[in-house]
C-alpha cells in the first residue's frame, strides 16, 4: 500500500474521532472534521487505486512475450 494513502488513512481516523469528540461537545466545529474525513478518504482511495492500475500494467507488462 502506498504511503500517502496510508497517511489519509490515519487521517481518516483521527477526524473521525475529533468529529465525534466535537458533536459530543456540542460544538459544531465537528461540520470541518467530517468535511476533513471526506477529502481524506478521497484523496487514500485516489492513491490506493493508482497504485492497483499500476501494479496490474506491471504485472500485464511482465507476462508479454
Not at 470541518?32 to 500485464?60: D, P, Q, T
Request: aromatic share 12%.
Amino acid at each position: 500500500m502506498p504511503r500517502i494513502a496510508l497517511y489519509a488513512l490515519v487521517v481518516c481516523v483521527l477526524a473521525t474521532a475529533a468529529a465525534a469528540v466535537s458533536f459530543a461537545h456540542g460544538s459544531f466545529l465537528g461540520v470541518v472534521w467530517v468535511l476533513m474525513l471526506g477529502v481524506a478518504s478521497n484523496i487514500a482511495w485516489f492513491h490506493w487505486r493508482r497504485y492497483r492500475v499500476e501494479r496490474a500494467r506491471g504485472a500485464a507488462d511482465s507476462t508479454a512475450p
